[in-house]
């Protein structure tokens, strides 16, 4: 083995599992995605489901102060329109959950949540997140989309022309799975942030977006 091999840089990759445990891997230094491949509860599914199918709009935000592991999120609220629809209290347990994981996994006091229905591209070119790890999930529609290292160069990234149009390598995250994708601002992360967008969608097609964002 030559000295450069042994002083190489581990390359950038991406991981999945079926267990939670797969979300810390996004600790590791190479890793700047982490997948849980998780299935839905039927409830959440049709929860999902039946908000789209409404057709009303939904763009909550709020900001979580997490004072220690052991303290519930206060998610009092969040989609409270739709409080009646059968599944509710299941999918805000879901989200619960979701968020005490992300902030005992990454220590955070503060989170960004935000839970919107989208009926058109929030992000429709390639690009990387300027924050330390995100946490997407898509409860109901078509999960967003990513690419493999090398795929495209950086220095091209808003470019249209320099977008792979190929299928097989524009890899997807599937509705109900739990991505972490680590942006620009992890420490040692720099230039290795995840590049990914916001699936389009057809004349009608709708998608229920949850968005967690380590502030503090």
């Known amino acids: 083995m030559n000295a450069f091999a042994q002083t190489a840089q581990p390359l950038i990759h991406q991981v999945r599992g079926q267990t939670p445990d797969a979300m810390t891997r996004i600790l590791d230094e190479a890793v700047n995605l982490a997948i849980w491949q998780r299935q839905l509860p039927v409830q959440i599914v049709d929860f999902g489901a039946l908000l789209l199918s409404l057709d009303e709009p939904l ?3 709020i900001v979580l102060e997490v004072a220690n592991e052991d303290t519930r999120p ?3 609220g969040l989609a409270s329109r739709f409080h009646d629809l059968e599944g509710y ?5 879901d989200v619960s959950w979701l968020v005490s994981a992300y902030a005992c996994l990454l220590g955070a006091k503060r989170i960004g949540l935000r839970l919107r229905a989208l009926d058109k591209a929030m992000c429709p070119r390639f690009h990387v997140d300027h924050v330390p790890v995100r ?3 898509t409860y109901a529609g ?3 989309q990513w690419l493999e290292e090398g795929v495209m160069e950086r220095r091209q990234l808003g470019q249209v022309q320099a977008e792979p149009n190929e299928v097989g390598l524009i890899q997807q995250i599937n509705a109900g799975e739990v991505a972490l994708l680590k942006g620009e601002k992890w420490q040692g992360n720099e230039g290795a942030g995840l590049i990914h967008r916001s699936p389009a969608l057809a004349q009608g097609e709708r998608r229920l977006i949850l968005t967690l964002d380590w502030l503090a």
Not at 89 to 93: D, K, L, P, R, Y
């Open 59 to 61: 763009a909550d935000a």
């Open 74 to 76: 206060n998610l009092h």
């Open 135 to 137: 946490l997407i999930t």
């Open 89 to 93: 209290a299941g999918f805000i347990a």
């Open 142 to 144: 078509i999960g967003s």
